[in-house]
Structures are given as structure tokens and as C-alpha cells.
């Protein structure tokens, strides 16, 4: 079995100018574990602390661990979960209850199929659904606080998802790191993952690891080798931040295109899967978030903005001064939609979201007041005025107005068939507010291929890695084409929890 996996690892080594040399980070090949001096022997190791880590790490601590570490390599944790819009779906959950909302289990997944083109992984969704609500009962019990109104995002056929209070990731990143500390669960940062530590049957015995790493200043860091005597979760997130990879996959995701992830999102720990033998999964879709602003770097605070407005507000072509696209379809659509707003010399021309000042107010002044204090958004006392900044046509956007206007009177888009269910009456009135359009690369749905136990799968053997689990972006294949908004976190809260259950069964 040692002598294949080393024929696999000098294969793939031998494959890397034409597959994997593009990337960034170094990489580092699986390491036998004969000799190696440990400098430390836990029972489960997690690499990454966002949303899939912390929740696996209370998880494992929960089923009885006594020694659990999570790894971060950035100076803080959390990753993009902290930086997230903070929203979480949740079907027939206790708010939909109170609000009188019917959901189930298969809406949602049925949901995640169509958004996904029909090449998700519907066991994977079902099992995510199915244990969803335990996940949203970790993060109430760590006390993460959610608005009592629930978010009916693009491609969700009701609205299913949960808000935290502060509009963001940290308001669950927060609450988990207090309750990972309070539990005894170890946290350390500025410890990079390079390598998996190997016994002779190819299973996972420990990692070999870089503390005090400092990745701005590219900065290695000291060697340490962990040894785990149950396994090791990779939660650590994806590579939206790997231009050479990203545009291995899809060559029109240049260093000109935005992206929302954090600086740190470069994918080592999935490359070091695959080079460990894991399957790859659905690489090239690569998602852009339709809410985003070319106006800010990174993700900047339009997007948390639209999304929360999306219901009660129109996206304008400014090229006819008409609506393009239906603000609650799903991502990939609606960012199509915006990709294909040009000038007539076929340049960029973003879209604008046009929102009633009095309905933003009423969504959230917070972000409506960022967005204007930010001067990423701009307020306008009439729509000759609002027509006149941005040259768009004056007469066609004041129909195209007037007829939103009876559609939300009738409760029915005749237009593109958005649902209406959030409008409740909510016009579009003077003063009026705007934000440019136009996509960043915001999610991977490539990675790794797992089972409904988190369990990494070998691409030899089709069977698990011994001691090998993933969670979270680093998975590929769960959502397909295209992710519904909200769905991530629920997938890394879910399958981080299944992941530290399989480890402590194991």
C-alpha cells in the first residue's frame, strides 16, 4: 500500500506543469511518519476556524474529545465566515413557525438542485437540510443572537434564513470562539497546515505545521509536527484568492476581477488533498456574487445592503433605463444578468440597484447610512436628478418605476415573476438611493469529494482516507453550478459537526 501511494504521489508530482504549477502556495508532499519526532499528540486536529472548524471543534468536545486543537494560519480567526453576510438557512425552522411559513427539508433541497443546474450532490444537500436545525441550536446555545425576522434571499422559494443582529459572520464567529475557549477546545493562530504525516497504510497519523507563520510578510514559521490519534478536519475554506488556480479553471477570472474573500483564501490544504490522493470535484464552477460594488475593495459593505433590499428594489439597465433580471433569482443568474450590461461599445456598464429611501430605512439604516457615508451609494431627490448622474434615459425609468409600482400594488411581477412575498405593499418612492452592480468572485464549489460522514474519499480505492475529514468550501460538489445565499453557513455548520462525530467514532 506504501509503494502506491508513493507511485501515486511521484505521478501526480510529475503531472504538475500541466496541472497544479500555476498555484501559489508551495506544496508540500504527505510524509511518512517513521522517524518523525512529534512535538505534540492530540486526538483531533482542525485546520481552519471558521464556521465548519469552530463548529466541529464544540461538536468533538460535545461526543466526549479531550484534546482538540484548531489551526488558523491568518493572525485572526474566523476567515470568511467573519466577513459573511451572516445568514444561515434553515428549513421548517422554529421563526418560520411563528411567522406562519411553510418549509420542509425538500423544498429547500429542491431549492439547491434547481440553483445547482441538476449536478449537486443531492445526498450531501438532504443531509445538510436534515441536520440543520441541530446546527442552528449549536450557535443559539453559544450565544449567537439573530434578528426575529427571517431573509428570503435570490433562488429560495420562501424565506428561510436567519440574520444575526450584527449583519455579519462575526456575530456567529464570535460567540463560537468564546464557547471553543470556555469548553477547553485549544485555539491557535499564525499555525500553518503544510503536510499530512502518513502511516504506512496511507492513513492520516498527524500534520506537519508552521508556527509563529506570518502570511503578509511570507514569513514560513517554525516547523512542528501533531500527531492525532483520531483524525484531522480540513475546514480551511477555498481559493477564490488563487488567481493562477481560479484561472486555471475559468481563464476570464483575472487579477481585474474582484473578489470578496480574505487575502488568506489560496487553497493549500485542498491542493495537499488532492495530492494526497482525494478526488476533485467540480473546479471550474467558480460563483460570483451578483450584490457586490465596483466601487470598493474586497467585499466593502454594498453587499450586506442589497441583499437586505433586493425585495423591495429594482436593478436598472442604465444603457435603457429598464429592469434586466429578477433581483431574487439565484446568484449565477442574476450575476449573468449584470456580466451583460455594456456599453454600446461593448465595455462594462454596471447596473444600479434603485431602492425607495424610506424602504431602505426601514431594512436597515445601519447599512444604508454606510453605503452613503462610504460614497458607494448616492441619494437623489428625484429620478430626473437620478437619470441625470448616471445618464441613464429619463422617460423609460420613470415607466419602469410606475409599473413596479402597480406590480407591488397587485403583489405580482409580471415582469420576471419575483416573488413578492417580503414587498408588502413597499413602493418606490422619493427620495430615492443607488449603488452600482457588478459580480466579484465570491465562492468556490469546487474542492474535495466527501461522503455524508465528511469522510475525504480516495481516488484509487473510491474509499475513505483513514483519518481524513473535510468541511465546509474545501468540499466540492455539494452545491453544483451555482450556491444559493445563506446555504454555506449551513453547510459548514452541518458537515463540520458530521465531520467531528465521524472523527470521534472512529
Not at 406562519?100 to 438542485?113: F, H, L, P, R, W
Not at 507563520?213 to 514569513?219: L, R, S, V
Amino acid at each position: 500500500m506504501s509503494n502506491k501511494l508513493l507511485d501515486r504521489r511521484h505521478f501526480i508530482k510529475g503531472l504538475g506543469a500541466a496541472g497544479v504549477a500555476m498555484t501559489t502556495p508551495a506544496l508540500a508532499s504527505s510524509i511518512n511518519s517513521d522517524g518523525i519526532k512529534w512535538d505534540e499528540t492530540i486526538e483531533i486536529a482542525i485546520i481552519g476556524s471558521g464556521f465548519a472548524g469552530l463548529a466541529a471543534a464544540i461538536e468533538a468536545t460535545r461526543q466526549g474529545c479531550k484534546s482538540v486543537t484548531v489551526f488558523e494560519k491568518m493572525p485572526v480567526f474566523g476567515g470568511n465566515s467573519t466577513i459573511n453576510g451572516g445568514l444561515t438557512a434553515i428549513p421548517d425552522s422554529p421563526l418560520q413557525k411563528e411567522m406562519g411559513i411553510k418549509d420542509s427539508i425538500e423544498a429547500m433541497v429542491a431549492d439547491q438542485i434547481k440553483s445547482g443546474r441538476g449536478v449537486a450532490d443531492v445526498e450531501l444537500l438532504r443531509h445538510v437540510a436534515t441536520h440543520a436545525n441541530e446546527a442552528l441550536q449549536l450557535t443559539l446555545d453559544a450565544g449567537v443572537e439573530f434578528k426575529p425576522k427571517l431573509e428570503h434571499l435570490g433562488g429560495h422559494s420562501v424565506p428561510r434564513s436567519y440574520q444575526t443582529k450584527v449583519n455579519c459572520g462575526a456575530g456567529v464567529i464570535r460567540p463560537l470562539t468564546n464557547e471553543c475557549r470556555k469548553i477547553g477546545v485549544k485555539l491557535k493562530n499564525r499555525c500553518k497546515f503544510e503536510s499530512f504525516i502518513i502511516n504506512d497504510e496511507g492513513g492520516i497519523e498527524g500534520v506537519k505545521l508552521r508556527k509563529n507563520h506570518y502570511f503578509a510578510e511570507n514569513i514560513a514559521g517554525d516547523e512542528v509536527f501533531i500527531r492525532v490519534s483520531r483524525g484531522v478536519i480540513m475546514a480551511c475554506g477555498g481559493f477564490a484568492q488563487n488567481i493562477e488556480l481560479r484561472m486555471a479553471q475559468d481563464p476570464t477570472l483575472t487579477d481585474e476581477v474582484g473578489c470578496t474573500n480574505h487575502k488568506g483564501a489560496t487553497g493549500e490544504g485542498m491542493l495537499e488533498m488532492f495530492r494526497h490522493g482525494a478526488i476533485p470535484v467540480h473546479m471550474a464552477h467558480i460563483q460570483s456574487g451578483p450584490w457586490a460594488s465596483p466601487d470598493e475593495g474586497s467585499i466593502g459593505v454594498v453587499p450586506v445592503y442589497a441583499v437586505l433590499n433586493f425585495p423591495t428594489s429594482i436593478a436598472i439597465d442604465k444603457l435603457t433605463g429598464r429592469r434586466f433580471m429578477n433581483e431574487l433569482a439565484d446568484r449565477k443568474t442574476r450575476a449573468d444578468a449584470e456580466l451583460l450590461r455594456r456599453d454600446k461599445q461593448g465595455n462594462p456598464l454596471p447596473g444600479i440597484l434603485l431602492t425607495g429611501k424610506a424602504n431602505a430605512k426601514k431594512k436597515s439604516k445601519l447599512h444604508m447610512d454606510k453605503v452613503l457615508q462610504n460614497k458607494v451609494g448616492w441619494e437623489f431627490d428625484t429620478l430626473d436628478a437620478l437619470a441625470e448622474h448616471f445618464n441613464i434615459p429619463l422617460q423609460p425609468l420613470k415607466l419602469q418605476v410606475e409599473e413596479w409600482n402597480n406590480y407591488v400594488r397587485n403583489n405580482k411581477d409580471k415582469q420576471f415573476g419575483k416573488p413578492m412575498g417580503l414587498v408588502n405593499g413597499q413602493t418606490i418612492e422619493a427620495p430615492y438611493l443607488a449603488v452600482n452592480l457588478w459580480p466579484k468572485v465570491h465562492y468556490c464549489q469546487g474542492g474535495v469529494k466527501i461522503n455524508h460522514d465528511a469522510q475525504v474519499i480516495d481516488s484509487l480505492t473510491n474509499k475513505p482516507i483513514s483519518g481524513l475529514y473535510a468541511a465546509g468550501e474545501v468540499v466540492g460538489g455539494l452545491h453544483g453550478v451555482s450556491r444559493l445565499g445563506s446555504t454555506s453557513s449551513t453547510e459548514c455548520l452541518v458537515m463540520g459537526m458530521t465531520a467531528a462525530r465521524s472523527a470521534m467514532k472512529a
